[in-house]
């Protein structure tokens, strides 16, 4: 989908001073509605390739927690052409200045309706979890929005500027309580903590750094909140020499990890 030079550098400012940004639609609504059927399938463990995703949840457990199904992408074609689609390269690659972006890993996101703080998901950095990567390293994610994403919806909310404190350490993903979690967050000396919520079209991401504080509270709209949150990484991205990951175990599988960006 075509976008202008002048969203494109309005994003790429906010990018680097906030350490996240919003898109308009990058993905078509015809790929979008042929995808909500396939993510139902995924999670009645219906696989079209065969290959079952890394699943965190799993039926039969609370119909009332987020549901996070890793590496989504291996188990359908449809969400394979979903996550590696050409625009949210082009986007990230601009975002950035890289001269490649590949996908190293996936998730699958389903928030459910009528509120409850088992959907929420708590303050974290994702650097936090990514330790096997050399400090330095260009990691970061695009969140898209496989339907349209509002307040009531338990939108994404970032803390701008945090991705300029260092990793902090403090938060959980899973956790449920986000004020007891920002009670232990350590701002430094001179910044603030506000928090910016990221209302998304149908199609439309969210890119942040790997060290901007985010989190989400509960949907109280009375749709799921379908979403994909795509780790990508640039050339600049090292893992740790001798490093055992799942993840960075399976960087030359041009499937697993699919390049959605190359200059050349």
């Not at 330790?131 to 695009?142: C, D, I, L, N, P």
């Amino acid at each position: 989908m075509n976008t202008t030079d002048t969203e494109m550098a309005v994003a790429r400012d906010q990018y680097q001073r906030d350490g996240y940004c919003l898109t308009p639609p990058l993905i078509e609504a015809e790929l979008l509605a042929r995808a909500i059927p396939r993510m139902e399938a995924v999670m009645r463990e219906e696989y079209e390739t065969g290959v079952p995703p890394r699943p965190s949840w799993k039926p039969g457990d609370s119909d009332t927690k987020i549901r996070k199904i890793d590496q989504v992408h291996l188990s359908d074609r449809t969400l394979f052409e979903l996550v590696t689609h050409p625009e949210v390269g082009r986007w990230a690659a601009q975002l950035t200045g890289a001269r490649r972006i590949q996908v190293w890993a996936v998730q699958m996101l389903y928030k459910p309706p009528g509120g409850g703080e088992g959907g929420n998901i708590g303050w974290h950095q994702d650097r936090q979890y990514w330790r096997y990567w050399q400090e330095g390293s260009e990691v970061f994610t695009a969140w898209i929005a496989v339907g349209e994403v509002g307040t009531d919806s338990g939108p994404m909310n970032f803390v701008p500027g945090s991705h300029r404190w260092g990793l902090v350490g403090e938060g959980d993903f899973f956790g449920t309580d986000r004020a007891a979690q920002r009670d232990k967050v350590r701002v430094p000396v001179g910044e603030t903590w506000s928090e910016a919520p990221a209302l998304l079209a149908a199609g439309a991401a969210s890119f942040h750094h790997c060290l901007t504080y985010h989190g989400s509270g509960p949907n109280l709209s009375a749709q799921p909140r379908r979403s994909f949150a795509l780790h990508l990484c640039t050339e600049k991205a090292q893992p740790i020499p001798g490093a055992q990951d799942y993840y960075i175990s399976h960087l030359d599988d041009p499937v697993m990890c699919p390049v959605i960006y190359d200059e050349n």
